[in-house]
């Protein structure tokens, strides 16, 4: 049985209605397997770890190295030290408006599990991979490109599956489509990976996901949960897409 997961990214933004109303609404959820995770800019991972007992902290990012001069970059050891369980790893806008490359990205994947992090690895394709057929391929390239020695010993590592077309666009994937590349993608992890993350890595869908779309994706999709941006901003649509996870 693999773990779900719902993660809210609030990019560089903050809840209209106040973060404590967001997280204190978000804590009353019911509780059932799922587990929910705020990933805040850094300067308010502080108050989402002091959260409702429910709610885990996530790092949008993190540095690739432990410490050093490394002039505005943040370690995962002191994302650790703070009560932050998880980091985002390549998330489409690292890689397209900050450079991100996959040799930085296997290194912060190595630090994030070093640190004792659980990863969450974003991996995705654009719309020209799409229409020329390459979409396996492409996320099997970005699956290999980061491997890395301490995927041997780590306790958990979650994929998100993040078309970038469908990234803040409001065109969501299909469940059928997401449903066969969530296939592409655990082949890639048994040809790359040590073999058990075929089966015991979560994967998790994320673009433009919201209350109206995220049932056909939980039914036909067959995703182990969500990243989700725009519509995490608000605790009522959250917890909607929440309540949608819970009822499959
Ligand atoms: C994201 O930021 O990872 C994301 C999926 O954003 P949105 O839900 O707004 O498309």
Not at 125 to 137: I, K, N, P, Q, T
Request: hydrophobic share 45%; proline share 5%; aromatic share 8%.
């Amino acid at each position: 049985m693999r773990n779900r997961y719902l993660i809210a990214n609030w990019k560089m933004n903050l809840p209209p209605e106040g973060m404590r109303p967001y997280l204190d609404a978000v804590g009353r959820a019911e509780m059932n397997d799922v587990e929910i995770v705020v990933a805040p800019p850094f300067p308010y991972l502080r108050d989402v770890t002091r959260a409702p007992d429910r709610i885990f902290a996530g790092a949008q990012n993190c540095a690739d190295q432990k410490s050093g001069a490394f002039t505005g970059e943040v370690s995962a050891w002191m994302l650790q030290e703070l009560g932050v369980r998880y980091a985002l790893v390549g998330h489409s806008e690292r890689r397209a408006l900050y450079g991100e490359t996959d040799a930085l990205l296997q290194r912060k994947l190595t630090a994030a599990l070093e640190a004792n992090l659980t990863p969450v690895l974003c991996v995705g394709e654009d719309l020209r991979v799409r229409e020329a057929g390459h979409v396996a391929r492409h996320l099997a390239e970005q699956i290999r490109a980061v491997t890395t020695p301490a995927l041997e010993s780590a306790r958990e590592v979650v994929i998100a599956y993040e078309p970038v077309w469908a990234i803040g666009t409001g065109r969501s994937a299909s469940g059928a489509m997401v449903a066969e590349t969530v296939a592409d993608i655990r082949d890639a992890l048994a040809r790359f990976w040590p073999v058990r993350y075929r089966d015991d890595a979560p994967i998790l869908y994320g673009g433009s996901v919201t209350p109206d779309n995220v049932t056909d994706l939980q039914t036909n999709g067959g995703m182990d949960g969500y990243l989700v941006g725009g519509a995490s901003l608000s605790s009522e649509k959250f917890l909607a897409i929440f309540d949608a996870m819970k009822v499959s």
